[in-house]
């Protein structure tokens, strides 16, 4: 499956995750560059600092492993890096490092999409991987089946679209913004506010008439 959008515009693996999550946090962080601190991504840095310990069984049983492996796929116009890739006698094994819980299938796309990366550089068949979770410190398992792959090719035509078009994704405003790092940047109860909003900028914007002791 080829691209059908401005296959010329690369998208960036770990945008997938962001945009499974919120699409407008994927814009924000890669249309807009905006990136802030809080605990949960100050955990994850620290989390990805310590990646050794996703793959100690599979040394321990000869297996290769390769760390911080630059991945891409001109097919698909992708971008990125993986964690870990098993180099198993069954096809390579991405393992992608995660802090937390598992919460969702957000993380699944970004290791699918490092499958469909291996596949096209390897000419090799990736039917599954693993995300590794810090806090409980065990894998969870991805198999790369049919619906996975179709899940994660809509991804990557999302952010390629919103790339493409330089159009920032409307604030759900939601359960999910509370703990978003971007919670101050992206003003979800503000943006979403219209009325309000509209009030707000003709007020801002109202000219100023002759004989206005302000002018």
Not at 28 to 54: C, P, W
Not at 130 to 146: C, I, K, N
Request: net charge neutral; proline share 6%; glycine share 6%.
């Amino acid at each position: 499956m080829g691209t059908t959008l401005d296959a010329e515009v690369e998208v960036p693996i770990s945008a997938l995750e962001h945009w499974s999550y919120c699409p407008r946090q994927c814009g924000l962080i890669h249309l807009e560059q905006t990136f802030d601190e809080n605990l949960y991504t100050i955990r994850g840095r620290l989390a990805h600092e310590r990646v050794d310990a996703a793959a100690p069984t599979a040394e321990a049983a000869g297996i290769r492993v390769l760390r911080a492996v630059t991945l891409w796929s001109e097919r698909r116009a992708l971008r990125g890096k993986a964690d870990v890739i098993e180099m198993r006698p069954d096809g390579p094994y991405p393992v992608e490092y995660k802090v937390g819980r598992r919460g969702g299938l957000h993380a699944d796309l970004q290791l699918c999409a490092q499958a469909l990366c291996l596949e096209e550089m390897l000419g090799a068949s990736v039917v599954r991987g693993a995300l590794f979770y810090a806090a409980t410190r065990r894998r969870h398992e991805v198999v790369f089946d049919r619906q996975l792959r179709a899940r994660t090719e809509d991804a990557i035509e999302g952010v390629r679209t919103m790339l493409a078009t330089q159009s920032l994704p409307p604030a759900p405003n939601d359960r999910r913004c509370p703990k978003c790092s971007l919670l101050d940047s992206c003003l979800p109860s503000v943006v979403t506010a219209r009325d309000r909003l509209r009030g707000l900028q003709g007020s801002l914007f109202r000219p100023l008439e002759l004989g206005d002791p302000d002018a």
